[in-house]
């Protein structure tokens, strides 16, 4: 027979230094960061399609 146990040392749980509390000022600087690095890609996805390009949409949307 094996005989199994449960460790008493909480070997895989987290340390109270492990999740420091961010401040607003560090999210928002976070975040302000990441923007910049997508902001080129997200301008890219920006279109400003003809009146014709969405009526030809809405016709062919209707027709389903």
Do not use: C, W
């Not at 460790?7 to 302000?32: G, K, L, Y």
């Not at 301008?43 to 009526?55: C, G, Q």
């Amino acid at each position: 027979m094996t005989k199994t146990s449960t460790s008493q040392n909480n070997v895989n749980s987290p340390t109270p230094n492990m999740f420091q509390p961010r401040t607003d000022i560090e999210s928002d600087a976070e975040i302000d960061l990441f923007y910049d690095q997508i902001k080129g890609k997200l301008d890219r996805l920006a279109k400003d399609p003809k009146d014709e390009t969405i009526s030809k949409i809405l016709a062919y949307s209707r027709s389903l």
